[in-house]
């Protein structure tokens, strides 16, 4: 069973930084691709940013810019570097996983919680 723990998360006003973390419980080159989605209260979730084994990466419009993920293959860890928050930014972060193939899944970490307060 894979397990993924966030950590990072907090309170920060706008035009702050965080920097979330994502941490394995196995190499992070067994997964295709990692990422970060978000759910603020009464929405879906969304996606944030992703980064594939080949460092590659994709981000929603909304956070271009200001936000960059990257990867410490050594750590299988992923972060999340969060620049110039907007209390639009405020949700809870998921940590995802996504694994392809004839039966693609993903995992899911617990979230961690990122306020923004204008």
Known sequence: QVQLVESGGGLVQAGGSLRLSCAASRSIFSFNA???????????REFVARITTGDNTGYADSVKGRFTISRDNAKNTVYLQMNSLKPEDTAVYYCNAF?????PYNYWGQGTQVTVSS
């Open 99 to 103: 694994v392809d193939g004839v039966r």
């Open 34 to 44: 990692m990422g970060w989605y978000r759910q603020a209260p009464g929405k879906q």
